[in-house]
């Protein structure tokens, strides 16, 4: 069924169109064909990733493929232990990517609601409780505090009916609802009074509801079907690794062709010469990359577990750390999603604060910054008891967590008379018995409860204060003194309340209330920012790192929460109707752009911002929790759900789930992000220096017409596979630099080689050359045996590419210092590479299987004093260069 406007339309037409019977509801004939018809009351979920195809995903990687290509060419030429290595590298990291993202999968898995929601219907006459995938347009709701609601739904009948809305329209206050009112214009789904939405909850009252739309159809389902529009890039570091991928393809090839020009222009046998082809072809690819970066990223989830993050792939553990924009939803990320009274005015004209957020009953109320003592105020005492008997909202406790059933206002007001030393029990206990009320209601914009105590009566009243105030009997200096007062309070972006008593007390019968209301006073009353939000905030401006506040709420509340949590661009604000009516020009893109809070915002409006926020290179991370978050989340460069509370829709579309609702999460995470790229740069500039080693001493072999190789084809298979991958994969486990948090996100497109960082690798990796290439030909001279000169240089190469995991560490020092304590892998991984580097030149059987002989101690002085050389030399061009 295709949703139409039936809020525009009165319940006959809407009844009608929807052919169903307001009394007796449908037949279970009729709801068998409608269902037919319609199908079940479900959201098409994500497809669920198979094992196969996240197998596949880890596979299709260029570096593999080139891997698998060298495998396959040593296997065509009989070198059966060379592919097996390179085979059992490509294994090493597509396991490990594997298990990793297969392990975010299943616990993404356990999140997810198992739990079917039920709907109370009336069919064939009789009210009858389903489960609420079995409804169809047409059906009969029969609606109370408390139930959860599965459809979209035209009201019929509503008796003071409130409903939480906050996960579809990002509200904080549950939304009045009425069901005589119509519309002639269209207007936001927030302010359709006549409706009620699938995935939104009655806090208040109750009603019967003709249900409009299911499943797809509904509000949620089109939200739903929007997701499916938008594709995320790869992120930045598969982009990277794919350019990275292509150059080495380049490279492999240059090499090859130079070593063959070289080779025949030198007179060298062809087959030579295309073996040692093969050799530097191997020796420019990093076999140990992918598994490394792998494995880096991985352990990077498992660190972001600990700060309560969890990661679906691996690939968004890095984008996070290339975040440049936040754009946060309001309520419960950067508010508590909690209503609490800020201030009380007591007409006396004393002005109160109130200490304390959310709906834990701890806080003070202050008068000039000093407690109040509640029993000695007189006046505040009677506002107080008015305030918390005109409520029918309930305080729960379960352990340390403080939960609202009912109106979130009226909570707000029960946990301000806790603060003071009432509930409504306790007075009710101390003789307050209530008579009668009158709910709040949209028409009436007020609450009565009629109260008696010993011989007394009280009839108190709540409301907005323009109501009351017109009620009330007041002289206009008074009614002008509480409207000023009014209109501070609201320009601190509180929703302001009236509180008053009504005189005559038999007025609620005989309809004489107008001019009988005095005011006791107002309260003011906000979802107030998390307290760790200020300091995140404070940290993401110090990072380069630009937050913005997207919300559904009012735009002055949303502007006064960001001025409150210390956002720089408060004042800049733009509403989802603005946003709507303007043209897309350049300038309207670039007021998007420097714009900081957004406003009464759709879903639509969420991804557009998104995505113009992309076209100006920015990586954008969005937070969100609702239905109406989803198509941003998944139209993100990476998408967080906050998980305690988000819907199931948005867990979907994210690439993260918070298990806390904190803010700083968020921030834990993108600092691990850049901590991971960091490291990742790290390896690859040791794995790049530490091949160009291999490369250098070969050419320059060939170049000086010395007939054998300084070291064989296994020998750099050992390194790349044995030695250095694992002090490369130790380089995962780095602790963050100093600075990290302090520098900006790089810039979208910027590499993993950048000019700056690729001059210091190609110089390393050439004058770790130039030692290997030295020793071989030192020890020719002295006329020792080729594989005993073939054995030193292969050791010395092992030795060198070591030490210089010192230098590429820490990249602006020397790695040698207390921070190494702190990465116990290193030094594990150190100690292990030297012991099989030992196993290589000292066990015969792999003196036979490697081509090596046992080394003596004339051996290893020559190879300490060539390799401290090199290393120092080193770290004397990192210095030169003042690598970032």
């Not at 409706?195 to 409009?212: D, E």
Request: proline letters at 3%; aromatic letters at 6%; hydrophobic letters at 45%.
């Amino acid at each position: 069924m295709v949703q139409k406007d039936y809020y525009k339309c009165d319940i006959d037409q809407v009844v009608a169109d929807i052919d169903s019977d307001i009394t007796n509801g449908l037949t279970s004939k009729e709801v068998d064909v409608r269902l037919e018809e319609y199908g079940k009351n479900v959201l098409e979920g994500a497809k669920k990733v198979s094992a196969w195809h996240i197998l596949l995903e880890k596979i299709h990687n260029i570096i593999v493929y080139l891997l698998l290509v060298a495998a396959t060419i040593s296997f065509v030429l009989g070198d059966v232990v060379e592919g097996i290595a390179v085979l059992i590298a490509v294994c090493i990291a597509v396991v490990f990517g594997f298990v990793s993202e297969l392990k975010a999968q299943k616990s993404v898995e356990s999140l997810q609601s198992m739990i079917k929601t039920k709907a109370n219907v009336i069919r064939d006459g009789t009210l009858q409780e389903i489960n609420s995938e079995d409804l169809v347009p047409g059906d009969l709701l029969s609606l109370k505090s408390g139930d959860a609601i599965s459809a979209d739904a035209r009201l019929i009948e509503s008796t003071n009916l409130a409903c939480m809305e906050a996960s579809l329209t990002g509200e904080s206050i549950a939304a009045s609802k009425d069901a005589t009112l119509t519309f002639d214009e269209t207007v936001a789904l927030g302010d359709r009074k006549n409706f009620v939405f699938a995935g939104t909850a009655v806090t208040r009252g109750n009603a019967k509801a003709l249900v409009t739309a299911t499943g797809s159809y509904s509000e949620v389902g089109q939200i739903s079907n929007l997701l499916k529009e938008t594709k995320k890039e790869a992120s930045p570091l598969n982009q990277e690794l794919d350019k990275l991928g292509k150059m080495l393809i380049g490279v492999a090839a240059l090499f090859a062709l130079v070593v063959i020009i070289i080779g025949l222009a030198t007179g060298r046998e062809l087959s030579f010469v295309l073996q040692v082809a093969l050799i530097l072809a191997i020796a420019s690819i990093p076999e140990a990359m992918p598994a490394v970066s792998t494995i880096t990223l991985a352990k990077g989830m498992s660190r972001m577990s600990e700060h309560k993050a969890l990661v679906k792939t691996l690939d968004a553990v890095e984008t996070l750390g290339s975040t440049s924009v936040i754009c946060s939803d309001k309520t419960g990320t950067l508010t508590e999603n909690q209503m609490t009274v800020e201030a009380i005015y007591v007409l006396d004209d004393k002005e109160y604060q109130v200490t304390g957020g959310g709906y834990e009953p701890k806080g003070d109320i202050l008068y000039n910054q000093q407690v109040v003592d509640v029993q000695s105020e007189t006046k505040l005492q009677q506002f107080l008891y008015a305030a918390v008997l005109n409520t029918n909202a309930t305080l729960h406790q379960d352990g340390s967590e403080y939960n609202i059933i009912g109106d979130p206002t009226e909570g707000s007001l029960i946990v301000l008379g806790e603060k003071a030393g009432y509930t409504r029990d306790q007075l009710h206990q101390d003789g307050f018995t209530r008579l009668d009320e009158i709910p709040f209601n949209s028409k009436l914009k007020y609450m009565i409860t009629l109260y008696e105590k010993g011989n007394e009566k009280y009839t108190f009243i709540k409301g907005g204060p323009d109501v009351l105030l017109d009620m009330s009997h007041h002289d206009q200096d008074t009614k002008a003194k509480l409207r000023a007062e009014n209109e501070k309070m609201a320009s601190h972006g509180w929703r302001v309340l009236a509180i008053g008593i009504i005189e005559d007390n038999e007025a609620i019968y005989n309809n004489t209330c107008d001019g009988n209301v005095r005011i006791l006073g107002l309260v003011g009353i906000i979802d107030p920012p998390r307290q760790d939000v200020m300091e995140s905030i404070r940290l993401c401006q110090r990072a380069g790192i630009r937050v913005k506040m997207i919300t559904g709420d009012h735009p002055q509340t949303a502007s006064v929460i960001a001025k409150q949590i210390g956002m720089r661009s408060y004042q800049t604000t733009m509403t989802g109707f603005e946003f709507d009516a303007a043209k897309r020009t350049q300038k309207f893109d670039h007021d998007v752009y420097r714009t900081g809070v957004f406003a009464r915002v759709s879903p639509r409006n969420k991804l557009d911002i998104v995505k113009i926020l992309q076209e100006h290179e920015e990586v954008v991370a969005m937070t969100g929790d609702g239905v109406n978050d989803a198509p941003a989340l998944n139209g993100a460069d990476i998408g967080i759900a906050m998980g305690v509370r988000g819907t199931e829709v948005a867990r979907e579309a994210a690439d993260m789930i918070l298990t806390t609702d904190k803010f700083s999460t968020i921030v834990d995470a993108i600092k691990e992000g850049r901590i991971i790229f960091a490291n990742i740069r790290k390896f690859v500039y040791y794995l790049f220096s530490c091949n160009m080693v291999e490369i250098t001493s070969i050419i320059l072999s060939l170049l000086f017409l010395i007939p054998d190789l300084p070291v064989l084809p296994l020998h750099i298979l050992w390194l790349n596979l044995v030695v250095d991958i694992l002090p490369a994969m130790s380089l995962g486990f780095e602790p963050a630099e100093d600075s990290i948090m302090d520098q900006p996100p790089r810039k979208k497109g910027q590499g993993l080689l950048s000019a700056d960082f690729l001059k210091p690798i190609l110089l390393s990796g050439l004058v770790l050359g130039l030692s290997a290439f030295g020793i071989y030909a030192f020890m020719l001279h002295r006329e020792v045996s080729v594989i005993e000169a073939q054995t030193t240089t292969f050791t010395l190469m092992a030795i060198m590419q070591l030490l210089h995991i010192l230098n590429v560490r820490r990249l602006k020092v020397f790695g040698l210092d207390k921070t190494l304590l702190q990465n116990k892998s290193m030094i594990i991984a150190m100690i292990v590479a030297i012991s099989l580097q030992l196993v290589a030149i000292y066990v015969p059987f792999f003196n036979s299987v490697l081509g090596t002989v046992p080394l003596g101690i004339e051996n290893w002085i020559y190879i300490s004093i060539f390799a401290t050389g090199a290393t120092i030399v080193v770290y004397a061009l990192k210095r030169l260069f003042k690598m970032k």
